[in-house]
T-cell receptor
Framework: GQNIDQPTEMTATEGAIVQINCTYQTSGFNGLFWYQQHAGEAPTFLSYNVLDGLEEKGRFSSFLSRSKGYSYLLLKELQMKDSASYLCAVRVIYGGATNKLIFGTGTLLAVQP | IAGITQAPTSQILAAGRRMTLRCTQDMRHNAMYWYRQDLGLGLRLIHYSNTAGTTGKGEVPDGYSVSRANTDDFPLTLASAVPSQTSVYFC????????????FGPGTRLTVL
């Protein structure tokens, strides 16, 4: 089966660094994505990893280890506006050619002053 | 304004009624998707369309149907709504099937009584 695990909730302090972990067990792995979702809003794309290593984009970085089935999202210099749910999603290939995204249940991050 | 729109924003529906959720994008994306998001379960794929004229089933297709008569529109129909279909529904699109970034619409909050 396909399974994605991430912590349900996390709390961090404004200005600090927080790491949100994601582990997955899937077949047909074809990339890992992170999305941000503020309460009552649509998910928005943050990052994408298909090869092992770190991808950096401003204050946000995402890491992937395919052999360990593990990824993390690193948020630096936390701001209050970073309070949101962070969704880990794995793209899998099935049926030989079709890709689909499987989402984790999300990590609700609360940034405190 | 380029993007993806959904209608209605929210709806309360009596069980047994038929309902169509509308989704339109003007980004000329080939692929479109319908997800439902439920607390504790994350985003789950209902149906998808790789290109105009084709559709496919996702993880939770039962009770839903879709059509893709043209590139821009991807309506989702509940033929006879049941309370378990109470959820937030998101439409999304990507440039191509399995594309690196999916763009999400603002969502439709549906309550079936």
């Amino acid at each position: 089966g396909q399974n994605i695990d991430q912590p349900t909730e996390m709390t961090a302090t404004e200005g600090a660094i927080v790491q949100i972990n994601c582990t997955y067990q899937t077949s047909g792995f074809n990339g890992l994505f992170w999305y941000q979702q503020h309460a009552g809003e649509a998910p928005t794309f943050l990052s994408y990893n298909v090869l092992d290593g770190l991808e950096e984009k401003g204050r946000f970085s995402s890491f992937l280890s395919r052999s360990k089935g593990y990824s993390y999202l690193l948020l630096k210099e936390l701001q209050m506006k970073d309070s949101a749910s962070y969704l880990c999603a794995v793209r899998v290939i099935y049926g030989g050619a079709t890709n689909k995204l499987i989402f984790g249940t999300g990590t609700l991050l609360a940034v405190q002053p | 304004i380029a993007g993806i729109t959904q209608a209605p924003t929210s709806q309360i529906l009596a069980a047994g009624r038929r309902m169509t959720l509308r989704c339109t994008q003007d980004m000329r994306h080939n692929a479109m998707y319908w997800y439902r998001q439920d607390l504790g379960l994350g985003l789950r794929l209902i149906h998808y369309s790789n290109t105009a004229g084709t559709t496919g089933k996702g993880e939770v297709p039962d009770g839903y149907s879709v059509s893709r008569a043209n590139t821009d529109d991807f309506p989702l129909t509940l033929a006879s709504a049941v309370p378990s279909q109470t959820s937030v529904y998101f439409c999304a699109s990507s440039l191509r099937q399995g594309g690196n970034e999916q763009f999400f619409g603002p969502g439709t909050r549906l309550t079936v009584l």
